[in-house]
């Protein structure tokens, strides 16, 4: 089984993170014997914790070295894949050191344009660096896995608004308060 790390933002953001969450519910629903979670907001390690995430790991440096190594400490080893889903430079590095020799790095998140990458490292360990445009082809996977209670984002649903309260949601949603801020469009 693999040992999987997600890494969610390592910028300061106001902007709470639902892929790395629903990417750590797919690493475990797939067969991830173990999921650690990275985040600079403690309540999105705590979701991540009761949603089943075996290690949480609260970023306070932005040395990616120094986070990768965190990171080994808490999980015995370097996972066999990283799946970065913030587009942050410091978490895609970071995404790089923590990642074991032959092991993968999917990088999720989009961030800039261009970002400089330990390179030499990833090359001379074997870590191979792939991209995915995360919505092309895994809406009928997603829909099915969700549907069969494989993944189970309900706990992700932390507001729930009528249409009418539409500003307030948005609101809600600005001041980072919920992860996943629902609208209901069918009426109270």
């Not at 990275?38 to 120094?66: F, M, P």
Request: charged letters at 20%; aromatic letters at 4%; one cysteine or more.
């Amino acid at each position: 089984m693999a040992t999987w790390h997600a890494t969610t933002p390592t910028l300061p953001t106001s902007v709470s993170s639902p892929i790395g969450l629903v990417t750590q519910l797919t690493a475990k629903a797939a067969g991830a014997s173990e999921v650690c979670i990275t985040d600079i907001d403690q309540k999105i390690l705590d979701i991540a914790k009761k949603v089943g995430a075996d290690y949480t790991l609260l970023v306070k440096s932005r040395d990616a070295k120094e986070v990768a190594e965190q990171l080994e400490d808490l999980m015995g080893e370097k996972a066999e894949i990283t799946i970065e889903c913030s587009g942050a430079a410091p978490s895609v590095q970071t995404a790089i050191y923590a990642t074991q020799p032959g092991g993968r790095v999917m990088l999720v998140g989009l961030g800039q344009a261009e970002v400089t990458l330990p390179i030499v490292n990833a090359a001379v360990r074997e870590v191979d660096i792939l991209g995915v445009l995360r919505y092309v082809n895994c809406y009928p996977t997603a829909l099915s896995m969700v549907a069969s209670g494989k993944v189970d984002v309900k706990p992700l649903i932390t507001h729930r608004f009528n249409l009418e309260e539409t500003l307030q949601a948005f609101e809600t949603t600005a001041r980072g308060e919920g992860i996943k801020v629902m609208i209901n469009c069918g009426g109270s």
